[in-house]
C-alpha cells in the first residue's frame, strides 16, 4: 500500500493531462464553500435568534435574523445542487482531455504496447482508469479545498466574538481535518497485501468449486472444497477486520472531536460571558456553531481513499504512456495534425517503391522469424508471400509496413524509412491491413471511412461490390448506413469489408494479411487474383495469403518457412 | 426492489445477528444525541438568562461529556462490528451459493455456472457498502427519527409539527422526482452507455487506424465524443441530482422554519429558552439519517441486486436424491433416456438405448451438440433424467438408478470414477493422489495403466508432489501422463463404472496409445467403461459404440416418465 505522500505525487504527476481550468475548479470550490457556508450561517444565525428573542426585544429587532435564517435555509439546498453539479463539470471536462491525451499518446506510441490494447480487459480497465482519476477531483480536491475554506471561516468567524473559543475549535477541527483522515489511510502494507491474497484465494476456491462441480462430487471431495472455501473466507474477513481497525478509529475519533469542540468551547466561553468580554447572544453563537463547521471535514476520510484509489488508476495510465515510448502531451499544446481534411493525393512516386535490404524481423523480444530477405516492390507491381502459419508472414508484413522495427538490415518506401511515417503521410504511401483489423462499431459507410475521410457513397458503393459485398450490402435494412460491428458480421463479410477499406484508401502500396482467410477457397482465390490485379491501375501490392491458387498472378512470389527465402520471378 | 429483504435474514445468520446489533446501536446512538441536546440546552441557557455560573452547569457539561463518550464509543463499535458482520455475511451468502450450484443438474451449470461464478467472486462484495452504509442509516432512520420526533412533541408541540409535516415530504418527493424523471434518466443512460463503448472501440481500432496512417485524426473525435459524454452526463446528473436538491431544502428548510417560529414564540414567553434550544438542537438530528439514507443508495443497489440473484438460484429446487443403497448390479441399462437442452425444444441425448457392462469399454460418440457429455452426467448421477430410465440390472430384478443413494460409502459415487479432458488435482504427491494402501496393489495397477513408466522416469518417483489444480501441468506431468494417473486412481479404488471425456483428446500418437491401452486395462480388471470419444483410435478399442442424437422434444403434455 502506498503512502498518502506518493498516492500525492502520483495524482499530481498526471493532473496536467486533465487540463483542468481554474476558474471553473474555483467555481466548484466557491459553491462547495457557500453551500457548507450557509450551513454554519444558518446555525449561527438561529442561536442568535433564539438567545436574542429570550431576552424579549421588539420583534422588529429579530426580523432581519428570522429573514436571515430563511434565506441560508434555500441558499443552502439550493448552492447544494449546484455545488455538486459544478464539481461534477469540472471532473469530467478533465476526463475528456485526459482520455484525449491518453488516446493521442497511444496514437504515436510503439506498435507494440498499442497492440496490447486489444484485449478486452486492458482495454476495459484503461476506461475505468480515466474514470478513477477524474474522481479525485470530484470526491478528493473539491471536498478537501472546500474544508479548508469552511473551516478557516469558521475560526475566524467565532475569533470576532471569543480567540479563546476560536483556539478551541481551530484545535478540534484541525483534528476533524487531519488526524481523522490520516487514520483512516493507514493501512499497514502487510494487513493490506494479506486482505487481497486472502480475497484471491476466496475467488479461486469460488471458481474451481463451479468448474469441478462434476469431478468434486463423483471423487468425493465436494465438502472437503466447500469446508476450504470457508478457511479462506474466514481468513478473508479476520483479514478484513483487521484492515477495519483503523477505519473505525479514524470515524471515532470524527465523533469526538466534534463533541469535544462543544464541551471545550462552554468551558471557555462560560467565563468570558460572566467575565463580561461575550455578550449572551454571542455565547449561543459561539457554542452551537462548530456543530455545522464539522459538516465540512466529514467527507476527507472519503477523500483520502479516493485519493489512493486514484493515485493506483494514474499510475496504471503513466505506465501504460510510458510503454507507448510517448511523452503525452498537456492538451492545450496538442499540435493539430489535419488529417479529418481530405486525404492529400498521394505525392507522384519518383521512388524506388518498397525495398528491403538484409532485413530481419522479430516481435520484440522474441527470436527473429526472418532473417536476411532482401525484396523489391517497384511502383506498380506485385508481391504475394507465401507459407505456412506460424512463420512470421504477419511479422515480416508489419515490419515492411513500418509498424515494427527492423531487427536487423533495412527496410525504405520511396527511399524513406516506413517507421518515420505518420498520418497523412502514412496514408500517401502506404495503407496495411492486418489480419485482425478492427471492424468498427457504426455504420457499413464510417468504417470504409475510417481508410479516407472523404469517401463519397458512390465510391464505396463500388469498393463493396469490388470486394463482392454488393448482395451483402442489400440485405442490410439501411444500406450503406445500417450500423454494424465486430460481432454483428460474419468472418467472411469481415474479411471482404476490410479488402473494400484497403481498397478505398489512397494509397500507391497496399499491404494485405490474409485476404481470403474464411472464404470458400474459389472465391478467395478470385479475391486474391482481383487485388493483384490493382497492379494495371498503377498501385502496389503485396499480399500475404495461404491460398496458393492465385499467386502465379503476381508479379513476384516470396515463400517463406521454407529452406531458400528468395523472390521467384 | 426491497430496503431490506427478508430472504437476507433467512440465509445469512450473520445478517440477522448484525440487523439486532445494528437496531442496538442505533438506540444507543439516538440516546445519546438525545441527552446531548438536553445537556447543551441546559449548560447554555441558565448561564444567557444569568442565572448561573460555570459552577452551577457543569454537571450538564459532565453529562454532555459522557453523551459524546458514549457516542464515540458507538460509532466505534458499528464501524468494527459492522464491518466484519458484513465480510460474514457475505460469506455465509457465498457458501450457499455454491453449494447449492454444486448440487444443481450438469446442465443447469453449464447454463448457469458463469452466472454463479462472477456472483461469488464479485457480485456479492458489493453487498459489504449496502450492510456497513445503508442499513445501518436505515435502522437508524426507523429508531432515532420517530424517538427524537416524540420527544420534541412532548417538549413544544408546534415545533413538532412542522416536523412531523415535512418529515413525509422528504421521501414523497423524492419518489415524485424520481418517477417523473426514470423514462428521462434511463434515456439518457442509454445515450451514455453508447458513447462510453463508441470511446472503447476508438482505442480498440487505435492499431487498424495506425496501419491506414488515419490514428492522428480520430484524436479529435474522441474529444468530440467525450465532450458528447460529458453533456449527456451533465444532463442526467441535472435530473439526477434534483431529488438529493429536494431532500437538503426540505431539511434545511424545515430547520430555518423551526427555528424562526421558536425565536417569535421567545419574545412574548410562550416557550422557554432551555426548551427552545433543546428543539433548535435536535430539529436537524431528526432529518440526518434520513439524508445519509439518500445518500447511500445509489452505492447500495448493486449489492442488493447481487443479493436477489443469489436468493433466486438459491430458490431452484434441487434434483432429488435416493435413498437406496447400490445393488451388486450386473449391467447398466439405458432405456429412451432423454434430457431437455435448456429451453432449446429438443433432447440431448433423446431417446439413448444402451447397455454398459463391467469388463467392456463402452464408447460414446456422435456429432458435438448431441449430447455426449451430459449422456455421460446421467451414469454419474450428476444429470436428471427428463425422459426414459436407467436401470441397474441384477439378480433379483432391477432398480432404477434414480432411487439409489449418491453420496456416503454405500452410494453411487463410492463406486464410480470420472476423468474429465483436464484433470484437478489437489497438491500432494503421486502416491497420495492414486490413494492406495497397499503397495502391490498400487504397483499392480500402475502397471496396467502405464504409469509405473511415468513414475520411474521421474526423479523423485512416487513421491513427486503435484501442483494444486488443472493438469497438474506444473508438476511436469503431461496431459497423457495425468490421464494414466487418474485412471490408476480409478483402478486402485475398485471402482465399477469409469467414465472419461474424450481421454485421448490434444494428445499426439504415441501418447494416444498408451492411454487407450490404460482404457483397455481399466475394463479388463471389471470395471464398466464408458469414455466418450471423437477419434478413430479410440473408438476401434471400444467394445460397443453407441451413437448419441439429439431429438424433438416430447410433445408438452407427455409428463417426463416418472422415476
Request: aromatic share 2%; charged share 20%; net charge neutral.
Amino acid at each position: 500500500m502506498s503512502t498518502l505522500r506518493e498516492d500525492l505525487r502520483d495524482v499530481r504527476a498526471v493532473l496536467p493531462l486533465l487540463g483542468l481550468r481554474r476558474a471553473l475548479v474555483a467555481r466548484a470550490v466557491a459553491l462547495g464553500s457557500l453551500t457548507l457556508a450557509a450551513s454554519v450561517a444558518l446555525s449561527g444565525v438561529a442561536a442568535w435568534l433564539i438567545v436574542r428573542a429570550s431576552q424579549a426585544p421588539p420583534v422588529m429587532f429579530l426580523n432581519v435574523a428570522a429573514v436571515g435564517v430563511r434565506t441560508f435555509g434555500i441558499v443552502r439546498g439550493v448552492s447544494r445542487y449546484l455545488d455538486r453539479l459544478a464539481a461534477h463539470d469540472v471532473a469530467l471536462r478533465g476526463v475528456v482531455n485526459l482520455r484525449t491525451a491518453v488516446y493521442e499518446g497511444l496514437a504515436r506510441g510503439r506498435t507494440e504496447s498499442v497492440a496490447g490494447l486489444r484485449r478486452g480487459d486492458v482495454l476495459a480497465r484503461t476506461g475505468v482508469d480515466v474514470d478513477d482519476v477524474g474522481d479525485v477531483v470530484v470526491r478528493g480536491l473539491v471536498p478537501a479545498a472546500v474544508a479548508a475554506v469552511v473551516s478557516l471561516g469558521s475560526v475566524v468567524a467565532v475569533a470576532l466574538f471569543s480567540p479563546a473559543s476560536a483556539l478551541v475549535l481551530l484545535a478540534c477541527l484541525a483534528v476533524g481535518a487531519l488526524v481523522v483522515p490520516l487514520l483512516a489511510a493507514r493501512g499497514d502494507a502487510r494487513a493490506e497485501r494479506e486482505r487481497v491474497q486472502a480475497r484471491t484465494d476466496v475467488a479461486t476456491a469460488s471458481e474451481s468449486l463451479v468448474a469441478r462441480a462434476a469431478d468434486l462430487a463423483v471423487s468425493g471431495r465436494r465438502e472437503s472444497e466447500l469446508a476450504a472455501l470457508g478457511r479462506a473466507q474466514e481468513r478473508s474477513a479476520d483479514a478484513e477486520r483487521r484492515a477495519a481497525r483503523p477505519l473505525a478509529a479514524s470515524a471515532a475519533l470524527a465523533v469526538l472531536a466534534t463533541g469535544a469542540s462543544v464541551v471545550g468551547t462552554l468551558l471557555v466561553a462560560v467565563p468570558a460571558l460572566l467575565a463580561g468580554t461575550l455578550t449572551a447572544t454571542e455565547l449561543g453563537v459561539v457554542v452551537l456553531l462548530p456543530l455545522a463547521a464539522f459538516e465540512a471535514t466529514a467527507p476527507l476520510p472519503a477523500a483520502v481513499t479516493q485519493l489512493h484509489r486514484s493515485a493506483a488508476a494514474a499510475r496504471r495510465i503513466t505506465a501504460l504512456l510510458a510503454d507507448a515510448g510517448s511523452g503525452a502531451t498537456a492538451p492545450h499544446d496538442r499540435t493539430t495534425a489535419p488529417t479529418t481534411a481530405p486525404a492529400p493525393t498521394p505525392a507522384p512516386r519518383t521512388g524506388p517503391g518498397l525495398v528491403a535490404d538484409g532485413l530481419a524481423c522479430a516481435w520484440p523480444g522474441h527470436a527473429p522469424v526472418v532473417t536476411d530477405l532482401h525484396l523489391r516492390v517497384p511502383p506498380g507491381t506485385s508481391l504475394a508471400i507465401v507459407g505456412p502459419s506460424g512463420t512470421g508472414k504477419t511479422t515480416l508484413l508489419l515490419t515492411l509496413a513500418g509498424m515494427l522495427a527492423p531487427s536487423a538490415g533495412t527496410v525504405t518506401l520511396d527511399g524513406t524509412e516506413p517507421r518515420l511515417l505518420r498520418g497523412a503521410e502514412r496514408t500517401a504511401h502506404v495503407a496495411l491491413t492486418t489480419e485482425d483489423a478492427h471492424v468498427f462499431t457504426t455504420t457499413v459507410l464510417e468504417n470504409l471511412r475510417a481508410a479516407r475521410g472523404d469517401l463519397t457513397r458512390d465510391e464505396a458503393v463500388r469498393a463493396l461490390e469490388q470486394a463482392g459485398l454488393a448482395a451483402w450490402v442489400e440485405t442490410l435494412p439501411d444500406g450503406l448506413d445500417t450500423p454494424i460491428s465486430g460481432e454483428t458480421v460474419s468472418g467472411g463479410e469481415r474479411r471482404r469489408l476490410l479488402v473494400a477499406r484497403a481498397l478505398v484508401s489512397r494509397a500507391p502500396l497496399l499491404l494485405l494479411d490474409e485476404p481470403g482467410e474464411h472464404l470458400p477457397t474459389d472465391v478467395a482465390d478470385a479475391l486474391v487474383a482481383d487485388l493483384l490485379a490493382l497492379t494495371a491501375l498503377g498501385r502496389s501490392v503485396v499480399v500475404v495469403t495461404h491460398h496458393t491458387g492465385a499467386v502465379d498472378r503476381a508479379d513476384a512470389v516470396l515463400r517463406i518457412g521454407t529452406t531458400t527465402m528468395s523472390p521467384s520471378t | 426492489m426491497k430496503p431490506l429483504d427478508p430472504r437476507l435474514l433467512r440465509h445469512a445468520r450473520s445478517a440477522r445477528t448484525f440487523v439486532v446489533l445494528a437496531a442496538l446501536l442505533s438506540v444507543g446512538a439516538t440516546l445519546a444525541v438525545i441527552v446531548s441536546a438536553f445537556a447543551i440546552a441546559h449548560a447554555l441557557a441558565p448561564v444567557v438568562e444569568g442565572r448561573a455560573e460555570l459552577v452551577d452547569v457543569l454537571p450538564a457539561v459532565g453529562v454532555l461529556l459522557g453523551a459524546v463518550l458514549a457516542r464515540t464509543g458507538l460509532v466505534w463499535l458499528r464501524e468494527r462490528l459492522g464491518q466484519s458482520a458484513a465480510v460474514a455475511t457475505v460469506g455465509e451468502l457465498r457458501g450457499a451459493l455454491l453449494r447449492h450450484a454444486t448440487r444443481m443438474p450438469h446442465r443447469w451449470r453449464v447454463r448457469r455456472g458463469d452466472d454463479v461464478t462472477v456472483l461469488a467472486t464479485r457480485g456479492l462484495d458489493d453487498l459489504v457498502p449496502y450492510l456497513t452504509g445503508y442499513l445501518p442509516q436505515l435502522l437508524l432512520t426507523a429508531i432515532l427519527t420517530p424517538i427524537a420526533l416524540v420527544v420534541v412533541l412532548r417538549l413544544d408541540l408546534i415545533s413538532g409539527v412542522i416536523i412531523a409535516v415535512t418529515l413525509p415530504l422528504v421521501p414523497l418527493f423524492m419518489w415524485l422526482v424520481g418517477v417523473t424523471t426514470r423514462t428521462y434518466a434511463d434515456e439518457r443512460l442509454a445515450a451514455l452507455t453508447r458513447q462510453g463503448s463508441q470511446l472503447l472501440d476508438l482505442l480498440a481500432g487505435l492499431t487498424t487506424l495506425r496501419a491506414l496512417g488515419r490514428e492522428i485524426g480520430p484524436g479529435r473525435r474522441v474529444r468530440q465524443l467525450g465532450d458528447a459524454y460529458r453533456r449527456t452526463t451533465m444532463q442526467t446528473l441535472r435530473v439526477a441530482f434534483l431529488s438529493g436538491a429536494v431532500l437538503e431544502l426540505l431539511a434545511s428548510l424545515a430547520v430555518a422554519l423551526v427555528a424562526v417560529e421558536i425565536g417569535m414564540r421567545l419574545v412574548y414567553g410562550h416557550i422557554d429558552l432551555t426548551t427552545g434550544l433543546t428543539v433548535l438542537i435536535l430539529a436537524p438530528e431528526i432529518y440526518l439519517p434520513l439524508r445519509a439514507v439518500g445518500a447511500q443508495f445509489h452505492a447500495s443497489t448493486n449489492g442488493l441486486a447481487a443479493a436477489q440473484r443469489t436468493f433466486e438460484v438459491l430458490q431452484e429446487p434441487l434434483p432429488a436424491a435416493g435413498t437406496r443403497p447400490v445393488p451388486a448390479w450386473t449391467r447398466l441399462h439405458l432405456t429412451g433416456v432423454g434430457v431437455r437442452a435448456g429451453d432449446r425444444g429438443y433432447l440431448a441425448p433423446g431417446n439413448l438405448h444402451a447397455v454398459v457392462e463391467p469388463g467392456c469399454v463402452t464408447a460414446l460418440a456422435g456429432a458435438s451438440g448431441a449430447g455426449k457429455t451430459t449422456a455421460a452426467m446421467t451414469l454419474l448421477r450428476l444429470q436428471p433424467l427428463d425422459d426414459g430410465a436407467i436401470r441397474l440390472e441384477h439378480d433379483d430384478g432391477s432398480t432404477d438408478l434414480a432411487d439409489v443413494a449418491t453420496d456416503g460409502p454405500d452410494g453411487w459415487w463410492a463406486q464410480t470414477s470420472w476423468v474429465p479432458q483436464r484433470v484437478a488435482t489437489v497438491g500432494g504427491t503421486i502416491a497420495s493422489h492414486v490413494g492406495a494402501t497397499d503397495d502391490a496393489i498400487r504397483d499392480a495397477a500402475a502397471a496396467a495403466t502405464g504409469l509405473l513408466d511415468v513414475v520411474a522416469s521421474l526423479p523423485r518417483g512416487w513421491d513427486t508432489p503435484l501442483a494444486s489444480g488443472e493438469g497438474g501441468l506444473s508438476s511436469g506431468l503431461s496431459v497423457g501422463q495425468t490421464q494414466r494417473l487418474e485412471l490408476t486412481r480409478a483402478l486402485v479404488s475398485g471402482s465399477r463404472l469409469v467414465v472419461l471425456d474424450e481421454p485421448t483428446a490434444h494428445l499426439a500418437a504415441r501418447d494416444e496409445a498408451a492411454v487407450v491401452d490404460a482404457v483397455r486395462a481399466v475394463a479388463r480388471a471389471g470395471a464398466a467403461v464408458v469414455v466418450i470419444a471423437h477419434r478413430p483410435t479410440m473408438l476401434a478399442a471400444a467394445d460397443r459404440v453407441v451413437t448419441v442424437r439429439s431429438t424433438p422434444a416430447p410433445e408438452p403434455t407427455t409428463a417426463p416418465v416418472p422415476a
